[in-house]
């Protein structure tokens, strides 16, 4: 049986580097911020190319994937610039961004040994990935992508991308995601256990939001409820790797 004293100090650790105002020296969220849904955001975002052959890349990177099932395994990030939502227990920051091609960005991937590129944001939806991920799956790269759930892909893309993760940030899933690989809620004030959407995917992932102690108690809670669910740590954060 997992501790939730162990759970408890990992997470406060981690959580201690994201800044004074949203969270308190202890790793917990300021008791103003816990509760606050998402918000739409609308003319924040950088401005598209529909085409997709220019794309707002906030940053890329090497690491190993921190979460889910594919946890361990090393992976090349590209990061997209912009987000429709404004979540406030959120660690990104995803305002900045430099141009890119899609050739740029698949020459910066091949200078990496790597089998997997995960394409995340931000929220990666909001541009036009269709060419992107198409250049990687013709480059033999495997692909993975993680979204907030609230934008239908390009049906194009589920020929391209092997592994969806969704992370629903609102309270249902855009029915134009017809196939998930792994659904990871934050499980903070705000989470519903009964809005799980627990058919649409092959596995079900909670990550306590932000060190809480009772979001990890509440976490280990549902799971003796509902043992095919896994919890979420965020090895790369416990590693301190980015």
Request: aromatic content about 10%; overall charge negative; hydrophobic content about 35%.
């Given at each position: ?15 201690r580097?994201f ?9 917990s969220?300021?008791?103003?911020h ?6 739409a955001?609308?003319?924040a975002?950088?401005a598209?190319?529909?085409d ?17 099932v594919r946890?361990?395994e090393?992976t ?12 406030l ?6 305002a900045?961004?430099?141009?890119m091609t ?7 991937v ?11 944001g ?12 198409r ?14 759930g609230?934008i ?12 969806w993760?969704?992370s ?19 499980v903070g004030?705000?989470?519903?256990e009964e ?7 092959d596995?079900?992932y ?7 102690p ?7 809670d549902i ?14 954060k ?5």
């Open positions: 049986m997992v501790e939730s004293s162990f759970i408890d100090r990992a997470f406060i650790g981690i959580c580097g800044g004074s105002r949203l969270f308190r020296k202890d790793g969220m300021r008791r103003e816990r509760d606050a849904a998402p918000t955001l609308g003319s975002l950088p598209e190319r529909e997709g052959r220019v794309l707002n890349v906030n940053e890329m990177f090497w690491s190993i994937e921190g979460e889910g946890v361990g090393p090349f990030f590209v990061r997209l610039a912009g987000c429709n939502l404004r979540c227990f959120c660690d990104t920051d995803f900045s961004f430099e141009e899609v050739d740029d960005i698949v020459s910066e091949q200078l990496r040994d790597v089998t997997w590129v995960c394409i995340t931000g929220e990666p939806l909001c541009q036009n990935i269709l060419p992107v991920c250049s990687l799956f013709r480059n033999n790269y495997r692909i993975h992508i993680e979204t907030n609230t239908d892909p390009d049906p194009r893309l589920y020929e391209y991308i092997e592994h993760t969704v629903p940030k609102t309270q249902s899933i855009t029915p134009g995601l017809t196939y998930i690989t792994e659904l990871k809620y934050v004030k705000g989470f519903r809005r799980v959407e627990e058919l649409r995917s596995y079900i909670l990550q306590p939001e932000s060190s809480d009772e979001h990890s108690q509440r976490t280990l799971l003796r409820r509902h043992p095919d669910w896994r919890i979420s740590c965020r090895i790369h416990i590693l301190d790797v980015q």
